[in-house]
C-alpha cells in the first residue's frame, strides 16, 4: 500500500510534503507530484502537512480522484526505483492525462 497525491496538487506543487519524507519517495513532475508506490512506506507524515489535502491514503482516494492512484504507478515506469526524489530533481515529465489538464486558475 500506499499514499497517493491527487487532482488539488496540480499545479500548485508548493512541495511541503517534501520536507516531512523520512524516506524521500515524494518525487516532482511538471504539473504534480508524484509518491513513489514502492519507496513510500506508510509513514502517513506527508498528508496533514498538505494545505490543500491533495494527499490520501490508498485506500481512502475519493472516487473522483481514482485515477490518481495508478497515475502515481505509470509515473515512474520509465524511472523504475531511483531510491530517492532529491538526487534526482526535478523530472521533466507528467502522465498523459496530468499534463492535459486544463491549467489552473490561481
Ligand atoms: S506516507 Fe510517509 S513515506 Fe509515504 S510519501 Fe508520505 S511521508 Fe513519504
Ligand atoms: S503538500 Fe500537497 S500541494 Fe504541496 S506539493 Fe505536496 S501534495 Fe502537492
New binding site residues.
Given amino acids: 500500500m500506499?499514499?497517493v497525491i491527487a487532482e488539488p496538487c496540480v499545479d500548485l506543487l508548493d512541495r511541503a510534503?517534501i520536507e516531512?519524507?523520512?524516506?524521500d519517495?515524494?518525487y516532482e513532475g511538471n504539473r504534480k507530484l508524484y509518491?513513489?508506490p514502492d519507496?513510500?512506506?506508510?509513514?502517513?507524515?506527508?498528508?496533514p502537512v498538505c494545505p490543500v489535502e491533495a494527499?490520501f491514503y490508498e485506500d481512502d482516494v475519493p472516487e473522483e480522484w481514482a485515477a490518481y492512484t495508478k497515475a502515481d504507478v505509470d509515473f515512474f515506469d520509465d524511472l523504475g526505483s531511483p531510491g530517492g526524489a532529491s538526487k534526482v530533481g526535478k523530472i521533466d515529465n507528467d502522465v498523459q492525462f496530468v499534463a492535459d489538464l486544463p491549467p489552473k486558475a490561481e
Fill in positions: 500506499t499514499y510534503c516531512e519524507c523520512p524516506v519517495c515524494i509518491i513513489h519507496e513510500c512506506v506508510d509513514c502517513g507524515a506527508c498528508e494527499i
